[in-house]
């Protein structure tokens, strides 16, 4: 290996080129050194690339540009983005709207070298290009379909020599009620309106932010990734208007109890037996405990 090193070593002095050590690691076939390999550029001068980062609405370019920018982590409150929105209504909104920029510093050395203002956070830029070698420059473009023109102007204008397509998978977070889940897995994801589920395979698992390889029954975690029924209901009734003329099955006051029928009529939802509900109609309040399942017609029948 250090023959190997001399060698681009000599080639890199020979282009006057910086040769810079990063990081070595173990691999089955042995060391791995990692270097970095950049033409010089003079005491008051930098390398500059330009990206522009375009996705979908909602894909979090602003929020991954603002972590990456200014080195902190967002608080899951859109507090990333709001160093980079520039308008009112786009804090207000969420949603860049105008075509924006930031920049990201390297030393000679390859570290990062943004620093944001302990004041206010924001970027004093002359600071960053005087002690970098390197400048990223991000161009923010807009995800939504009306501000399409913007979007095709910063892609344009902006001569960008790179491009960072953003999409989002499905996320889902929540506490797993029983059994096992681990990365790879393949699950059901559903239902959709029309009562299906869709086979997705579960490619990470966080745990309070930190990645882990499974997820047990009882604990908590996001995981990247309800049925059309008819089903019986024992209920109690909480609340009933005297005034109104609705009843469900024999029930009239408050307190009364009875096994009830329902059937949803839009938007699915998954229910499995001994699941616990509470449901409302206008004034009206009960609660009770779903006591069977059944299949009908191709979708499921609850009896509650």
Not at 190 to 211: E, T, Y
């Amino acid at each position: 290996m250090e023959a190997s090193v001399a060698t681009v070593r000599s080639m890199c002095e020979q282009l006057d080129s910086d040769f810079i050590p990063l990081r070595e690691r173990a691999e089955a076939a042995g060391m791995v050194r990692d270097y970095l390999i950049r033409r010089r550029v003079g005491e008051l001068d930098f390398l500059e690339v330009r990206v522009a980062v375009v996705g979908n609405v909602d894909a979090g370019k602003s929020t991954l540009l603002g972590v990456l920018t200014h080195g902190e982590l967002d608080n899951g409150r859109g507090f990333a983005r709001q160093k980079l929105f520039r308008h009112k209504h786009e804090m207000e909104s969420g949603r860049t709207s105008s075509v924006g920029n930031d920049i990201l510093g390297f030393d000679q050395e390859g570290q990062v070298v943004n620093k944001p203002d302990s004041h206010g956070g924001s970027l004093d830029w002359t600071k960053i290009c005087e002690k970098s070698s390197k400048v990223i420059t991000f161009i923010d473009l807009a995800g939504h379909e009306k501000y399409l023109k913007t979007t095709v102007f910063g892609m344009t204008g902006h001569l960008p020599d790179f491009c960072m397509l953003m999409g989002v998978g499905t996320v889902v977070s929540g506490t797993t009620l029983r059994g096992l889940i681990r990365l790879n897995d393949t699950m059901l994801l559903g239902p959709d309106p029309l009562g299906s589920f869709i086979a997705i395979a579960v490619k990470s698992i966080h745990r309070k932010r930190m990645p882990v390889k499974e997820v047990r029954g009882g604990q908590t975690a996001s995981q990247l990734g309800s049925l059309r029924l008819k089903f019986w209901f024992s209920i109690i009734l909480l609340q009933y208007p005297p005034d109104t003329r609705r009843w469900v099955g024999n029930i009239t006051r408050r307190g009364d109890k009875a096994s009830v029928h329902f059937r949803f009529i839009k938007t699915p939802e998954y229910l499995h037996c001994d699941q616990r509900l509470v449901f409302r109609e206008g004034r009206t309040k009960a609660v009770g405990t779903i006591t069977k399942v059944e299949k009908l017609h191709g979708h499921c029948k609850v009896l509650v």
